[in-house]
């Protein structure tokens, strides 16, 4: 019994010290991530791998998308779905998707609205992508329903010879703008 108690004295003093090693290297870890948001939020640009935590990755998407540099940020958002929880997930693709939406609306006000196509057809990607995370986002259902409107989506035509389209009844959109005849 004696011995045992003097193995267990003299292994605690080391099994206390490899704790506290592996503490400090944790927080040195953590102060490492917490520096480079701080940094990022700051609008100091500072490299982020993708395999860096979560919330340092998201603080790189955000600094990108400030910077409007939406292509750099988007692989970024990509990363992260396959490693961060969803609450995270959805806040990167729906800030990606404001992002993309708001170049959509810029190019719209200036009179470009093939050119505004694209981007608005990425945001609706990406707020499907916040959705599909956060099924009660009613900002991103809201977001969504604009991208919508400002471009349609027309049913996809199979083109055979000549002119002539056929396109299966079933999935034939009839919310197609146009005026409204007869009813009350």
Do not use: C
């Amino acid at each position: 019994m004696r011995h045992a108690f003097s193995l267990v004295l003299t292994g605690l003093p080391i099994a206390l010290t490899v704790a506290a090693l592996s503490a400090a290297v944790w927080a040195l870890h953590l102060s490492a991530g917490n520096r480079a948001i701080a940094a990022l939020k700051a609008n100091r640009d500072v490299a982020v791998a993708a395999d860096a935590p979560p919330p340092v990755v998201l603080a790189r998407m955000e600094f990108l998308i400030r910077q409007d540099r939406l292509t750099e940020a988007q692989p970024l958002a990509e990363a992260l779905d396959g490693r961060a929880d969803p609450r995270l997930r959805d806040d990167a693709h729906y800030n990606l998707a404001n992002a993309w939406l708001r170049r959509g609306l810029d190019l719209i006000t200036q009179g470009k609205v093939d050119a505004a196509g694209p981007f608005v057809v990425l945001a609706r990607q990406e707020y499907r992508r916040a959705l599909t995370l956060a099924p009660d986002d009613w900002d991103a259902k809201f977001n969504l329903d604009v991208a919508s409107r400002l471009i349609r989506d027309f049913p996809a035509f199979e083109r055979t010879v000549g002119d002539t389209g056929q396109v299966d009844r079933k999935r034939l959109w009839t919310d197609i703008p146009g005026t409204p005849r007869g009813g009350p």
